[in-house]
């Protein structure tokens, strides 16, 4: 009988260096995401489990519909507190599920690619290992503090420096992922048992994502590579317009009401200067928006929007209509949307977002669900991005 593979993530909501750390947007989807993706387009893999204590987790790994394969199981508290072990909710999961073998994952390395996980595998089964983990070679210089003032090499002579390519280093946990059977875990109550195997990863994913300096760094390296490795990264340096919705987007929805029932909205600053980057770069820029009011044609003035539409219900036939205008193909146009009205322009344009208190149908539809909220700063995280991917195409 053939045997039944799994990936298992765990996914704890209660964070504190970084609130809500699995959920949190790092280039442009959710941290969980990355690794859900991978593991779900491994063959190999037949279903992809994510343990978490968090409704909010559990409602954005639904949310993102990555697969049929994806399922959000609960974990206990006990296996969720700040002292538990990783391997409390490993063991939980492997006595309430029926399978062979697992990948346990972890949510926070969002380098983990498909290949990685398809070739760990290979090398797991041609070589009978009972478990194997991921590893990242380093080549540095380790001492160790024995007493107090006296210290002492662990891994070379001093007198003896090795030049770096004549340095076979050493090999580090990266935590990416462990490999093994469910029943050598159940009986040795631990990821790794038996005759153990090793996976080597790039180097760049030993970076850990424990602090915002983390982030940062490990958004730059997923930019990079993904422009590369993912079209719409690609088609971000190739926008030469942008498109944006007004309510819910520029502004954050409210109903605002002065004492003279005048209706008010609220814009936010830096979605202004954004707009301000991207022109300075030559992108044009329009908005479309379903209401007619002088105060959307004051804000347009006053962010010298090249293109205005109002009054138009359907954003589809408008976008179509600005390629025509401005001679921009759909692939190179950008539209920001976060409602049901948005959803054929989402679909046309080459790339598409949505804030991140979007409605659901809009945010399936987007390429990028981006980590602000309408009216707080979403549309020059866009511009930012698209910023960014023409700096790393151009190679500045």
Known sequence: MEKKTVAFIPARGGSKSIPLKNIKIIAGKPLIYWTIAAAAALPAIEKVYVSTDSDEIASCVRDLNISSKVEVISRSSESATDTASSELPLLEFCRNVTFDYVFFIQATSPLLSTDDLDN???????????????????????????????????????????????????????????????????????????????????????????????????????????????????????????????????????????????????????????????????????????ENTRMVERRAQKLK???????ALDKGPVIKELSVLTGIPLANIAYIGDDDNDLVALELAGISASPSDATDGAKNRADFILSRNGGGGAVRELCDMILRSRQHVEGK
């Open 305 to 311: 929007i090249d293109y205005l539409f109002q009054g």
């Open 120 to 290: 760990a595998w290979q090398k797991y089964q041609t070589n009978n290992y009972d478990s194997l983990l991921s590893v990242v070679r380093q080549k540095r210089f380790i001492w160790e503090e024995r007493e107090a003032g006296d210290v002492q090499p662990v891994n070379y002579d001093p007198v003896h420096r090795p030049r770096r390519q004549e340095f076979n280093g050493f090999l580090v946990e990266n935590g990416a992922f462990y490999l093994n059977g469910r029943q050598n875990i159940l009986a040795g109550k631990n990821r790794i048992t038996g005759k153990i195997g090793v996976y080597e990863m790039a180097e760049e994913t030993y970076v850990e994502l424990d602090e915002p300096l983390d982030w940062i760094i490990i958004e730059n390296l997923l930019l990079k590579r993904n422009l590369h490795a993912d079209s719409r990264q690609k088609k971000l340096a190739q926008i030469k317009l942008l498109a944006m919705d007004v309510d819910g987007v520029l502004t954050d929805a409210g109903m605002y009401y002065s004492e003279g029932g005048e209706e008010l909205k609220k814009f936010h600053t830096r979605d202004g200067k954004g707009i301000e980057l991207i022109r300075n770069a030559g992108i044009k820029t329009a908005i479309i928006t379903s």
